[in-house]
């Protein structure tokens, strides 16, 4: 495969333009997009101006020349899609959630077993964010020793004025913890090494749009295995004053070791995100990394030219949206309760 061609379909979320850039900075070759929705579409052709419209789907669907599909649409429209694409032979990289129910789940998983296609999902908290790579290269390389426990701290901000209706509806957008949390729930697997584990508890609330009764703005997941707990805390409450989208944070502790990633600001006044703070047998370091390299994109493209795994296994990206998905029924079935 001397050029990977992909298309782009749905532009509903605009981490879209963070997996096209992943692409093409890997070398592949954005060929063609499909939105349906006007003004997305105007949007999207004003940064990729030489790439066409496709006004038809199934243009791109039968399109033997068009190896890759990657989509941020509504997100209960992404599994279906990704069905669709798969079994038109075709691997899938999605936005998160890849999926907003565990019968959706199901169905994916089916259907790329029964296909042999990739199907992954970007999530971003880890794979774009250099410092969270380097939390993984350190780990890896023993500094901490055995990763204990977990912290996993994904704040947003709302700026409701600028979202679409779908977003505030719970049927489209899925939930709290099957949204923003299964970034963590991700990396609680990736940090401990761990392939599945048990939730222990979960909880949803909406405690700052009442008039928007569909949206949980905040949720907690406390999870673990058997050599492993982690603690994930997400919401849409990052306040105006805050420079970045969220203080996203992410607590490592391990038998010899800590780490401390910030990943957009470090309120302590250094300049720009990136951050990571090692504490060792030997004392107490910062790492700027901003410089470190995002793997993510060059390694996908070499798995759907080899059929190998070594971005993310397949079965790590459907086990963090099954715990979320878990997590989010969980919490669900509390919140009726009260």
Known sequence: MDELRFAAVGLNHNHIYGQVNCLVRAGARLVGFHEKDDALAAE??????????????????????IGLITSAAISAERAELAIRAMRHGKDVLVDKPGMTSLDQLAKV???QAETGRIFSILYSEHFESPATVKAGELVAAGAIGEVVHLVG????????ESRPAWFFRRADYGGILTDIASHQCEQF???TGASDATILSASVDNRSVPDKPELQDTGNIHLSTERA?????????TPDGMPTWGDGRLFLVGTTGTIEVRKTVDLAGREGGHHLFLADRDGVEHID???????????FLADIRDRTETAMPQERCFKAMELALSAQAIAERNWEKN
């Open 44 to 65: 999207f052709s004003g940064i990729y101006k030489d790439v066409p419209r496709i006004m038809m789907l199934e243009q791109i669907l039968e399109d033997e020349s």
């Open 109 to 111: 998983r089916r259907v």
């Open 153 to 160: 701290l994904g704040p947003h901000r709302l700026r409701r």
């Open 189 to 191: 697997l990736f940090f």
């Open 229 to 237: 707990t982690g603690m994930i805390h997400v919401n849409w409450l």
């Open 289 to 299: 990394c901003s410089a470190v390299e995002l793997p993510f994109g060059r390694q």
